[in-house]
């Protein structure tokens, strides 16, 4: 079942650059996320289809707003891009994904906070001018089975990137009792569109919401 997108409106990007502005490795259309779980904190692997590790980030525990790290590697002595949340007290879950050399905005995702708790989970996305461009969403049906059925929870989680109202990517989840495995295939998404705003999904995915059901 397709997801039933809502309708928004969003605006076309104030400009598009013809050809990528950072590294090629965030402009590529597979990724896979891994989750490993720790006694203290979890472990996230970033990589490509072939298996090369792209990022690497370890989360923080007891933060009242989150601050997320993506580094090279496991030394963490090299970072890449970060996920900041916007203000502490923030029901609708505002994240900028920010890039650390640069130290520019990549964009921002923000969390559908009503329906993500109670009907399905969504994302909206925005360009680095504050422009709403599309947005990450569940099937309904699906929402709902993972919220309210017995061992819904267990569910692998499948979601639909739309950027001008049009379907771009998906999301899957792979099913595991212990972990998390995280696939993107970016089957549409246009060139100059940097994949970190949609792995930072990803990650936040992984390290917040799956905490809240």
Not at 105 to 113: E, N, V, W
Not at 199 to 209: H, N, R, S, V, W
Request: aromatic content about 10%; proline content about 5%; overall charge positive.
């Amino acid at each position: 079942m397709q997801p039933q997108q809502p309708q928004i409106q969003v605006q076309q990007p104030a400009m598009q650059p013809q050809q990528p502005i950072s590294a090629p490795i965030w402009y590529q259309n597979t990724y896979r996320i891994r989750k490993k779980v720790l006694t203290i904190g979890n472990k996230y692997w970033i990589e490509d289809e072939k298996g090369n590790m792209l990022g690497f980030s370890k989360q923080k525990l007891f933060k009242l707003k989150e601050d997320i790290r993506i580094y090279t590697d496991e030394t963490m002595s090299t970072e890449l891009f970060r996920i900041q949340q916007q203000q502490i007290l923030d029901l609708w879950g505002s994240f900028a994904v920010i890039d650390s050399q640069t130290n520019q905005s990549l964009g921002t995702i923000r969390r559908g906070a009503l329906s993500s708790k109670f009907v399905r989970d969504e994302w909206e996305v925005y360009d680095a001018n504050g422009q709403l461009v599309g947005g990450i969403y569940e099937s309904t049906g699906r929402g709902l089975a993972r919220k309210y059925l017995p061992g819904g929870g267990l569910i692998p989680e499948k979601m639909s990137f739309s950027l001008q109202g049009q379907p771009v990517a998906q999301i899957n989840q792979k099913f595991k009792i212990i972990g998390d495995i995280w696939h993107l295939h970016c089957t549409h998404v246009p060139q100059y569109f940097d994949r970190r705003v949609l792995l930072a999904c990803l990650l936040l995915m992984g390290m917040i919401e799956r905490d809240r059901k």
